[in-house]
């Protein structure tokens, strides 16, 4: 009995499977690279709104009644370290994302109108949503930032 040889993935069936795949490039592209490029950004805005509402809402209301002053003294620091390292996780997540944007490149001839109705191009898909949402983080951090740092809590 014959045994087979295990697929190198260079005869003509392999490349004829991987030019019907609507990602044909997805090896060029990993997973981890992806899944950074669409979560980074969002995961790292949820964190610094947690860390916001919670440190300065316990530093100001930590009992029943809400206090003239922070509890700490340095919270407008702490606030500040918070959303500093939240804004560069969201621009980190933005190059990885662009990064697998450009490695995904030349995944599909046509136009973007024609590979948007056939389907095809997916990693490339993914990794633009990925810069695209990073783009709209980067401006919630900025916002939500100013109001942390700026409008300082306590105000009673």
């Avoid at 014959?2 to 592209?29: F, I, L, N, Q, Y």
């Avoid at 300065?56 to 009992?63: R, S, V």
């Avoid at 620091?77 to 030349?106: E, K, P, T």
Wanted: glycine letters at 12%; hydrophobic letters at 50%.
């Amino acid at each position: 009995m014959a045994t087979r040889e295990p697929a190198t993935g260079t005869g003509p069936a392999d490349t004829a499977r991987d030019s019907a795949h609507p990602a044909p490039h997805r090896d060029r592209v990993p997973g981890w690279l992806i899944t950074v490029g669409l979560f980074g950004a969002p995961a790292a805005w949820s964190v610094q709104s947690l860390l916001d509402v919670g440190l300065a809402g316990y530093a100001c209301y930590p009992k029943d009644e809400p206090l003239a002053a922070p509890i700490w003294s340095g919270l407008g620091f702490a606030l500040a370290g918070a959303n500093v390292v939240a804004l560069l996780v969201c621009v980190i997540a933005g190059g990885v994302a662009f990064v697998a944007y450009r490695r995904s490149g030349a995944e599909r001839p046509g136009s973007a109108h024609h590979l948007l109705e056939s389907g095809d191009g997916r990693t490339r898909f993914l990794a633009l949503a990925g810069v695209l949402t990073s783009v709209l983080f980067v401006v919630a951090v900025a916002f939500e930032s100013v109001q942390a740092v700026v409008g300082l809590p306590c105000h009673g």
